[in-house]
């Protein structure tokens, strides 16, 4: 792992790779929020998704696609595979600015269901005509290529 930043500990993870290929590899999440928990991280260091190549992105969606089959019907049901862009939050234990994707075993009426997706119903609004719209405009080709 090259051209990496001293102070990120997912360039450095190397004794706790379960698994990886050319590009990526997976950790178990420490802390994690269920047991099967895990990280795939792609090894070059990329804070912003979006600047993540083709290869990476193939490499890592390998990698999550190999666990998710291999904890089906083991550690849950169905399973969460979760990406945050959060550059508003700076790095600490739980938050790393390296690229990450969480995939997570899920189960019916699970623990994070109880501890916090039952609690989130209000989250949910019905969408207008003027919010569409809005929304849709962002993604105007013109407006898109700018970034
Ligand atoms: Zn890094």
Not at 58 to 86: M, T, W
Not at 114 to 122: G, L, Q, R, W
């Amino acid at each position: 792992m090259t051209n990496n930043p001293k102070n990120c500990p997912f360039c450095s993870f190397t004794d706790r790779v379960i698994k990886d290929n050319a590009s990526a590899y997976t950790i178990l999440s420490n802390p994690r929020k269920v047991p099967g928990h895990f990280l795939v991280i792609p090894k070059r260091h990329t804070e912003k998704p979006w600047e993540l190549t083709a290869k990476e992105i193939q490499d890592v969606f390998k990698l999550i696609f190999f666990i998710e089959k291999s904890i089906i019907g083991k550690l849950g049901s169905g399973c969460d595979i979760r990406q945050n862009y959060r550059p508003f939050i700076e790095q600490d234990d739980v938050k790393m600015n390296h690229v990450h994707f969480h995939v997570i075993p899920r189960n019916k009426n699970d623990y994070i269901y109880s501890v916090s997706e039952k609690f989130e119903v209000d989250l949910f609004a019905e969408l207008d005509d003027l919010e569409h719209q809005e929304v849709a405009k962002l993604l105007d080709t013109k407006e898109a290529s700018k970034e």
